[in-house]
């Protein structure tokens, strides 16, 4: 299989597209999601696709290795906010009984 010109040698514009789509994406989910989970899955979307453009202008641009440094540590602040938020999200739903975030109003007040 041959691949077309374009796609044979990915650049910085496709990395790019590809981050700029994770990003839609990741941020449409934190916006239209009522589950706690599904805002949590949409706020990692938004974390890789700023790790892709560490990464990607890492490799293009004059970042060197401090790009793939910054993603890794990105990586790593990722995961503690996941294990972190998934503990509170247990916490609501043994309290509320449910991880929509609007039933959960009782925190404002």
Same mark, same amino acid.
């Given at each position: 299989?041959?691949?077309?010109?374009?796609?044979?040698?990915?650049?910085? @514009?496709?990395?790019?597209?590809?981050?700029? $789509? &994770?990003?839609? $994406?990741?941020?449409?989910?934190?916006?239209?999601?009522?589950?706690?989970?599904?805002? *949590?899955?949409?706020?990692?979307?938004? &974390? @890789? /696709?700023?790790? *892709?453009?560490?990464?990607?202008? /890492?490799?293009?641009?004059?970042?060197? $290795?401090?790009?793939?440094? !910054?993603?890794?540590?990105?990586?790593? %602040?990722?995961?503690?906010?996941?294990?972190?938020?998934?503990? !509170?999200?247990? @916490? !609501?739903? @043994?309290?509320?009984? /449910?991880?929509?975030?609007?039933? %959960?109003?009782?925190?404002?007040?």
């Amino acid at each position: 299989m041959v691949l077309p010109e374009w796609l044979a040698e990915p650049g910085l @514009n496709h990395f790019l597209v590809v981050s700029a $789509l &994770l990003f839609s $994406l990741g941020l449409l989910a934190v916006i239209s999601r009522r589950n706690i989970i599904m805002v *949590l899955m949409g706020i990692e979307l938004i &974390l @890789n /696709s700023a790790n *892709l453009n560490f990464v990607a202008f /890492s490799r293009y641009g004059a970042l060197s $290795l401090d790009g793939h440094m !910054i993603a890794l540590f990105v990586i790593i %602040i990722a995961a503690a906010e996941a294990a972190v938020a998934l503990a !509170i999200a247990l @916490n !609501i739903y @043994n309290r509320f009984g /449910s991880v929509d975030v609007e039933q %959960i109003s009782e925190l404002k007040e």
